[in-house]
């Protein structure tokens, strides 16, 4: 693949209802698109950087000039023969893996394209069905979120997982517990605790949770290593593993007994990939994150939860719990017992549309090899 040109784009998107973690409240997503292009075909990436630094150091305003100024430039011209190359490419920049996994995402996308095979073979998966659970945030009150575990319930997930937070966790656990005793269910903190509330931390261990996913700082593997060994209740790590070297830390340690895998928090496919493998090695199940997805992400988080590591469901659920339109055709749709079917056609075998992307488009820039 000889990388001619890259364009880069801003999408928006409101969501259909607004999602709250315990680090604040999104109503509208700001999507970054990545498209690469040689000789006619093309390559698609989604950036999961956020509208603000609040899950990770990285959002929108820091990507975009990371794109412009360096991983664009690093990218364009460069005659590759697979996605596996871009770390290569872009290791004179430090972190900014949401930004380069987004471009590394569109390679893999294109040389499936090129190839006409699904992304998932590529990848090397075997999965023909993926399980999906589903992530519900903090509401306002207890009865707006029945109805909505009711309503997934229903649905066919697999997995319910709530957001907590001081203040909405015990409570709201207890309430679930008394209402759903055997649903398979976990909790989501994203860092909101320390050390200190160790004994309250305590109390999570009676409602028989598939995990405690990120307790602890968002950077932390050594406390969380404390944490898993006085809890029965497996922990999941999510912000906390942003490399293979990084996982290897905690499987090392013992500082989870399962890890999220989020393609753009790790810097793209081939990290992820190296993860998998390694957590495989390991005996740790891993299950792929979500970050609020358009399609095209959405698509890929399915092509790699193929692999066979991804025995837990994932957060990879239906488009039409985020968006009253997707940009991609058909939508991603959940059967009736939680399952996305695995298609056989080349690429993601979802179509992406173009028209209804370039509406949406509040910027863009493009880049061609002079
Ligand atoms: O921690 O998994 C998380 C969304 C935004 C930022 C962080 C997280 C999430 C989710 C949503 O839990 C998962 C999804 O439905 O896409
Ligand atoms: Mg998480």
Redesign the pocket.
Known sequence: MKIEAITLREIRMPLVHF?E?S?GR?YHRRILLLTVHDDGAEGWGES?V?ENPF?SSEWIESAWPTFTTYLIPALLGEDIASGRECPAVFARVRGHRMAKAALENAVWHLESAQKQLPLWKLLGGTRREIACG??I?IQDSVEQLFEKIQIEIAAGYRRI?V?VKPGWDVNILERIRSRWADVTLSC?A?SAYTLDNLEHLREFEQFNLLMI??PLWDDDIYYHARLQKEFRTAICL??SIVSARSAAFAAETGACRII?I?VGRVGGFSEALRIHDLCRSHKIPVWC?????TGIGRSHNIALSTLANFSLPG???ASK??WKEDIIDPEVEVSANGMIAIADAPVTGYRIRTDLIEQLTVRKETFRVK
């Open positions: 999602f973690t680090f999104t999961v956020g899950y589903v992530s945030g997982k957001k989501d994203n996913e990120q999510d912000e999220n989020k994150g979500g970050m609020l997805e957060d990879v659920s719990r985020y």
